[in-house]
T-cell receptor
Framework: NAGVTQTPKFRILKIGQSMTLQCAQD?????MYWYRQDPGMGLKLIYY???????DKGEVPNGYNVSRSTTEDFPLRLELAAPSQTSVYFC????????????FGQGTRLTVV | GNSVTQMEGPVTLSEEAFLTINCTYT??????LFWYVQYPGEGLQLLLK?????DKGSNKGFEATYRKETTSFHLEKGSVQVSDSAVYFC????????????FGQGTTLQVKP
């Protein structure tokens, strides 16, 4: 079982560049999420989606965009990268109810220089 | 708003020692509570959960009890192993039924032989 797959695993960007972090899941989950993990800060929700064509902002959405054209894929777009976006990014999926487990990808470590 | 607070780390223990990692939360309504674990270089994975007051979650020798009166969900293990070395995150899922998680800051556990 592949679960949640993120690419790339590592990336270095220059200030002002843009990139797309890819995320795909094969569990037919309607709900998908993007979190960022900063040292000593836990994970913060960037954006989430409750199904194809529906997305909504999380706690820290500024500087990011998402789209959800299929159930499987949930890419995260960074426009005009800034040093403050240096972080580890995790994609996750779930069945979406309060009690269910979230499944996480292995993460993308992004450095903006 | 909802929030989760964990004890600060790192926590360093000898093998077979008793482990407690404290977690308290603030939430309206009746959240579900989770412990996730992150092994080096990997994404997060569910360790255990509890969905209502007085529930006890358990897995791999770890336990945590949902205490509504003290708004706590402390993680315990009677005898830790070197393989338990990881980062542990306490999290809650509110009653919005979107599966969004609010995380504590994480506690690093290092177990020495």
């Amino acid at each position: 079982n592949a679960g949640v797959t993120q690419t790339p695993k590592f990336r270095i960007l220059k200030i002002g560049q843009s990139m797309t972090l890819q995320c795909a899941q094969d569990m037919n989950h309607n709900y998908m999420y993007w979190y960022r993990q900063d040292p000593g800060m836990g994970l913060k929700l960037i954006y989430y989606s409750v199904g194809a064509g529906i997305t909504d902002k999380g706690e820290v959405p500024n500087g990011y965009n998402v789209s959800r054209s299929t159930t499987e894929d949930f890419p995260l777009r960074l426009e005009l990268a800034a040093p403050s976006q240096t972080s580890v990014y995790f994609c996750a999926s779930s069945q979406g109810t309060q009690n269910t487990e979230a499944f996480f990808g292995q993460g993308t470590r992004l450095t903006v220089v | 708003g909802n929030s989760v607070t964990q004890m600060e780390g790192p926590v360093t223990l000898s093998e077979e020692a008793f482990l407690t990692i404290n977690c308290t939360y603030t939430a309206t309504g009746y959240p579900s509570l989770f412990w996730y674990v992150q092994y080096p270089g990997e994404g997060l994975q569910l360790l255990l959960k509890a969905t209502k007051a007085d529930d006890k979650g358990s897995n791999k020798g770890f336990e945590a009890t949902y205490r509504k009166e003290t708004t706590s969900f402390h993680l315990e293990k009677g005898s830790v192993q070197v393989s338990d070395s990881a980062v542990y995150f306490c999290a809650l899922s509110d009653s919005s039924n979107t599966g969004k998680l609010i995380f504590g800051q994480g506690t690093t556990l290092q177990v020495k032989p």
